[in-house]
C-alpha cells in the first residue's frame, strides 16, 4: 500500500494562493472524492500535486517528497492525471492514443503490466468499436473514457480525475463511475474531483469539502450525509 500525503500545503498563481494550507491523505485501494463549489481551488489542488503549480508545504507519495517535481516525474512515480480538458490527441486514432499511454520502457523490460488495451476494452467497450476513428471526431463522453482508458493504461498507483462527468448523460456517469470502482478493485487509488454529489457519494469510501482554500471536512460518507449544513454552507450556491 502507498499513501499520498499532504500537509499544509499551499498553492500559488504568481503571488495570489488559491490553496492555504491543504491537509489530505489518500492510500491506494480506495476512492476520495474532493468536493466543493465551483473555483473552490479542486483542479487547483488536483495541478498542484502534478507539480503544474508552485506550492508551499509537504506532499509526500509512499514517503518521498514529490513537492515542485516535474509532471513527468509525478507521472513516474505512479500518479496518472485525468485533466478536466480531456486532452487527447484529436489526430490520432482511438488505437494510437491508447498505445500512447503504455509504458514503454516497462514494457522493453518485460515487466508485466496489471492494465493492457484489452483490459479498458471491457470497461468501455465503446472504444473498441471506434479503434480507426481520430480522437478528435469522438463525441464528449467517449473522449472522456479514452483520455480515463489512456491514463490507466499509463499502469498508476493512484489516479487523479478532474470533473469526469461534466456534461456527460447519466448513462455515460454511471459507466465512468463503474470504471472508478474497477480500477479501485484492482489496488488502484482514485481521487475524485466532482460536483455530482450522488455518484460521489456512491462510490467513495471518503469525501472531503473545500471552503477557503483549505480542507473544511474530511470523512466517511456516513458522517458526511449526517451533517446537511455541509451542503448548504459549503456546496450549494
Ligand atoms: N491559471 C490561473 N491563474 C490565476 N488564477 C487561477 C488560474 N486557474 C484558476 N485560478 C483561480 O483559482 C481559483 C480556483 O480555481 P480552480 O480551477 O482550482 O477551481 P475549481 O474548484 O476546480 O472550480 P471549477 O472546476 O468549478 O471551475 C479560482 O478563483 C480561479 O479563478
Ligand atoms: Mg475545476
Known sequence: MATLTLERLWAFYGLAPVLRGINLTISTGEIVTVLG????????????IMGLVRTEGALTWAGISLAN???????QAGIGFVPETRDVFPDLTVEQNLQLGLPRHAIARGAHLAWGIADVFSLFPQLEKRLKT????????EQQMLSLARSTLGQPQLLIVDEPTEGLAPQLVMQVAQFLTAIKSQGV???????????????????SVMGGGTIVFDGTVEAFQRDPTLRS???EC
Open 233 to 235: 454552507q459549503w456546496l
Open 189 to 207: 487509488g482514485v481521487l475524485l474531483m466532482e460536483q455530482k454529489l450522488q455518484m460521489a457519494l456512491a462510490i467513495s469510501d471518503r469525501v
Open 134 to 141: 481520430p480522437a478528435g471526431v469522438l463525441s464528449g463522453g
Open 37 to 48: 463549489r465551483n473555483g473552490s481551488g479542486r483542479s487547483t489542488l488536483a495541478k498542484a
Open 69 to 75: 517535481r516535474q509532471p513527468f516525474e509525478v507521472a
